[in-house]
């Protein structure tokens, strides 16, 4: 089964810009892996931020967006708040079951 | 409203079985695919299981860490999806969420269920 690698954690400072990384250990990662990114705040449910490397939901704020960056897939947040501090996670396809990454802790300070 | 409530969680003994069920509202059932997701206290999320819609031959996928003991199924006139486990052990304690998707229009999340496995 493939790994999925993620930072794990990183910091922003309010109103400035991050990039989370997703990679993989079989390889680049394609728009072929279908990238997801799911936000998960303490205590509450994950919820789906970017679908197929840069697609945002009608939930999802403008400052998300995702790409594909140096053979990993990247979900960039420009002019974080307070509200974005949680855990990113990634999640991957590989022909048919998917495989999330280890998460990265995002801190807003 | 779009919702989905776990339900089937609680304490098992190693070795043991139960059934967790997903019920959703609020949005075409039949349309999505339908996922297993787990949590163990503190550490990240996994992926446990995938059951397509009808319009794809209601395709299952499974993780290796659960293959050949866990069954995933849904039923589309109840507007609910299951997670049958048997052979548990205490790496399967985790919060068990549900999650339904049929992009753009649908991916939703429950809030989880408990399911602790210990003697």
């Known amino acids: 089964q493939a790994v999925v690698t993620q930072e794990t954690s990183l910091t922003v400072s309010p109103g400035g810009t991050v990039t989370l990384t997703c990679g993989s250990s079989?390889?680049?990662?394609?728009?072929?892996?279908?990238p997801y990114w799911i936000q998960q705040k303490p205590g509450q449910a994950p919820r789906t931020l970017i679908y197929d490397t840069n697609k945002g939901h009608s939930w999802t704020p403008a400052r998300f967006s995702g790409s594909l960056l140096g053979g990993k897939v990247a979900l960039t947040l420009s002019g974080a708040q307070p509200e974005d501090e949680a855990d990113y996670y990634c999640l991957l396809f590989f022909g048919g079951a998917r495989v999330f990454g280890g998460g990265t802790k995002l801190t807003v300070l | 409203e779009v919702q989905l409530v776990e339900s089937g969680g609680g304490l098992v003994q190693p070795g043991g079985s139960l059934k967790l069920s997903c019920a959703a509202s609020?949005?075409?059932?039949?349309?999505?695919?339908m996922h297993w997701v787990r949590q163990a206290s503190g550490k990240g999320l996994e992926w446990v299981a995938r059951?397509?819609?009808?319009?794809?031959?209601?395709?299952?996928v499974y993780a290796e860490s659960v293959k050949g003991r866990f069954t995933i199924s849904r039923d589309d006139s109840e507007n609910r999806a299951y997670l049958q486990m048997n052979s548990l052990t205490v790496e399967d304690t985790a919060v068990y969420y549900c999650?339904?998707?049929?992009?753009?229009?649908?991916?939703?999340w429950g809030h989880g269920t408990l399911v602790t496995v210990s003697s």
């Open positions: 059951i397509t819609e009808k319009d794809y031959n209601y395709a299952i």
């Open positions: 079989t390889g680049a990662v394609t728009s072929g892996h279908y």
């Open positions: 609020g949005f075409t059932f039949s349309g999505s695919a």
């Open positions: 999650r339904a998707e049929a992009v753009p229009a649908v991916d939703n």
